[in-house]
């Protein structure tokens, strides 16, 4: 069992940049990418970026190409979201979660293990 716990969240101006944080409670030898997904009220949780825990590679929803950046410390188990120039439209809950699927991995069905959330909140 893997245990997701996020971190950073918070309220922040159209611009600003904020960095989220994902610690995981055991060893991540079974988890084969991390991925942070968000969902604003009313909407369905949408995939933001996900990184290979091996090797580093990294993909990233169009939206937020260019302007948050995944990463991964093996040695601390955690992935991080620098999120930058952020806007109002990224308003939402963004979670963490973990697959043992290998691949490009976007679907919220791929992911066997999630954070409870953090709230990051954007004002124009």
């Known amino acids: 069992q893997v245990q997701l716990v996020e971190s950073g969240g918070g309220l922040v101006q159209a611009g600003d940049s904020l960095r989220l944080s994902c610690a995981a409670s055991?060893?991540?030898?079974?988890?084969?990418?991390m991925g942070w997904f968000r969902q604003a009220p009313g909407e369905q949780r949408e995939f933001v970026a996900k990184i290979t825990w091996s090797s580093g590679e990294t993909l990233y929803a169009d939206s937020v190409k260019g302007r948050f950046t995944i990463s991964r410390d093996n040695a601390k188990n955690t992935v991080d979201l620098q999120m930058t120039n952020l806007k109002p439209e990224d308003t939402a809950v963004y979670y963490c979660a973990a697959s043992r699927s290998i691949g490009v991995v976007v679907s919220t069905t791929l992911y066997d293990y999630w954070g409870q959330g953090t709230q990051v909140t954007v004002s124009s």
């Open positions: 055991v060893r991540t030898f079974r988890i084969s990418n």
